[in-house]
């Protein structure tokens, strides 16, 4: 997703951010908003929001505080590896500035249709009549989803799909 005006892609990270809206101020929340959002990006928080449920398997979610990687990395080694990686790459953090709402207008479309070209994650497709297995799966999704970049191997009866859906590799554009 392009993220600026440059040709060069730089390696991009997430970072952790919590924004307080300006009308807290007309509204005399903002004490109790900027309370809240400290809360939100405690080290504490984020630790257990991104710890493990169970005794089993973390998020590995990445974070940008040291302390969070610190405190996850004595409990998770691989957020070891995930702090060097962050560290060696010099990773860029961009801020939108005043002009970001034109410019998100003026690049939507482009967005739009890069996101949606050979997307991933493909897009479910009403299957012609009920899949029950993998095998009717593959006869019936090929098909389904011919005229959708073709099939990507996924089906589902699952909610929310209603009835049998087939994943396809293209979405259609709305």
Do not use: E
């Not at 973390?58 to 969070?68: D, E, G, I, K």
């Not at 005229?147 to 590799?169: I, K, L, R």
Request: aromatic share 8%; net charge positive.
């Amino acid at each position: 997703m392009p993220l600026s005006d440059t040709t060069t892609k730089p390696p991009l990270f997430y970072v952790d951010a919590v924004g307080v809206n300006t009308t807290t101020v007309q509204r005399s929340t903002r004490n109790l908003a900027v309370q809240l959002a400290n809360l939100i990006a405690s080290t504490d928080v984020l630790v257990a929001s991104f710890q493990a449920q169970s005794n089993t398997n973390p998020q590995y979610l990445m974070s940008v505080r040291n302390s969070v990687f610190q405190q996850l990395g004595q409990r998770y080694p691989v957020y070891q590896r995930m702090y060097q990686l962050a560290q060696t790459s010099n990773p860029i953090a961009f801020k939108l500035d005043q002009n970001a709402r034109s410019w998100v207008a003026a690049t939507a479309g482009t967005i739009r249709s890069q996101v949606r070209a050979n997307y991933i994650c493909g897009c479910d497709q009403n299957a012609t009549q009920p899949i029950y297995n993998n095998a009717q799966a593959q006869s019936i999704c090929p098909a389904t989803c011919s005229s959708h970049g073709g099939w990507n191997g996924q089906w589902t009866n699952q909610p929310p799909a209603q009835g049998s859906v087939c994943g396809c590799n293209v979405c259609p554009v709305q």
